[in-house]
């Protein structure tokens, strides 16, 4: 695991108990808190209201010279010195990672370890945003079976997982678009189509099934933009770019 390089976006709080830096993912703007350095701040605060006590009890220049010598409450400070804010930097930086690609310092909800660049980058995007996918789907599906919405769920899920599957989908920004469609609508990149879903032994339309309606075999579906042959990357081209076999 290597670690940022740098800082990424802060800023300094206070909430009446000592200064603290708040730093910003880059990628979703997600917070991670550092703590405030309690004893220090208590500590300041005797030492300066017993010396303002001292002072103001010289008769007539005493709260003048006490309120310049003590100067700001170390309670209510925001103010951090270099070496407090790579302290505070030290405590949170174990949930952030730097992509290579990019260079921004992003939390670990947006960076794929496997791959170790940011999940915009990571060439297991398709697989991650997938599998983020699910995750959601699994939390909105356990909601739905508390207020009894559980088949109303997956019949929804089903018709979008058919659609997914059954449509040409942009590789950079995500979009779905009818199967056959050369170019995204919303960015121009190349489109990815989808896999054959013919089954192969009967050549039945099977609309994302994992086995054929009419004969039962079972479906096994090459993702999206992989060739079948070889399982190289084809970035949408009709031909895959390592073996030349011709992309369905």
Same mark, same amino acid.
């Not at 010289?58 to 010598?69: Q, R, W, Y």
């Not at 599998?131 to 089903?158: M, S």
């Given at each position: 695991? @290597?670690?940022?390089?740098?800082?990424?976006?802060?800023?300094?709080?206070? #909430?009446?108990?000592?200064?603290?830096?708040?730093?910003?993912?880059?990628?979703?703007?997600?917070?991670?808190?550092?703590?405030?350095?309690?004893?220090?701040?208590?500590?300041?605060?005797v030492? /300066? @209201?017993?010396?303002?006590? $001292?002072?103001?009890?010289?008769? $007539?220049?005493?709260?003048?010279?006490?309120?310049?010598?003590?100067?700001?409450?170390?309670?209510? !400070?925001?103010?951090?010195?270099?070496?407090?804010?790579?302290? +505070?930097?030290?405590?949170? /930086?174990?949930n952030?990672?730097?992509?290579?690609?990019? $260079?921004?310092?992003?939390?670990?909800? %947006?960076?794929?370890?496997?791959?170790?660049?940011?999940?915009?980058?990571?060439?297991?995007?398709?697989?991650?945003?997938?599998?983020?996918?699910?995750? +959601?789907?699994?939390?909105?599906?356990?909601?739905?079976?508390?207020?009894?919405?559980? #088949?109303?769920? /997956?019949?929804?899920?089903?018709?979008?997982?058919r659609?997914?599957?059954? !449509?040409?989908?942009?590789?950079? %920004?995500?979009? $779905?678009?009818?199967?056959?469609?050369?170019?995204?609508?919303?960015?121009?990149?190349?489109?990815?189509?989808?896999?054959?879903?013919?089954?192969?032994?009967?050549?039945?339309?099977t609309?994302?099934?994992?086995?054929?309606?009419?004969?039962?075999?079972?479906?096994e579906?090459?993702?999206?933009?992989?060739?079948?042959?070889?399982? !190289?990357?084809?970035?949408?081209?009709?031909?895959?770019?390592e073996?030349?076999?011709?992309?369905?």
């Amino acid at each position: 695991m @290597s670690e940022p390089t740098r800082m990424p976006r802060y800023d300094i709080r206070n #909430d009446g108990i000592g200064a603290y830096a708040v730093f910003y993912c880059e990628a979703c703007d997600r917070e991670y808190r550092s703590q405030p350095e309690i004893a220090t701040t208590i500590a300041k605060d005797v030492g /300066k @209201s017993a010396v303002g006590g $001292l002072l103001r009890n010289i008769p $007539l220049v005493g709260n003048a010279i006490a309120n310049n010598v003590t100067g700001e409450d170390p309670r209510y !400070s925001r103010n951090l010195t270099p070496q407090q804010l790579e302290k +505070a930097w030290n405590q949170v /930086k174990i949930n952030f990672r730097e992509c290579p690609t990019c $260079l921004r310092t992003v939390c670990l909800s %947006d960076f794929d370890e496997k791959s170790g660049f940011c999940v915009e980058d990571s060439p297991r995007r398709n697989e991650v945003a997938q599998a983020q996918a699910e995750q +959601a789907g699994a939390v909105i599906k356990g909601f739905a079976n508390v207020f009894g919405l559980g #088949d109303a769920v /997956k019949q929804v899920g089903d018709a979008a997982k058919r659609a997914a599957t059954s !449509s040409a989908r942009c590789p950079k %920004d995500g979009t $779905l678009a009818p199967a056959g469609t050369k170019f995204c609508p919303e960015c121009g990149t190349p489109m990815e189509q989808p896999a054959s879903d013919a089954c192969p032994k009967c050549g039945a339309a099977t609309h994302g099934a994992k086995f054929c309606p009419e004969c039962g075999t079972k479906i096994e579906r090459t993702p999206a933009g992989i060739c079948p042959n070889c399982g !190289s990357e084809t970035k949408g081209a009709k031909f895959c770019p390592e073996c030349g076999t011709k992309m369905v």
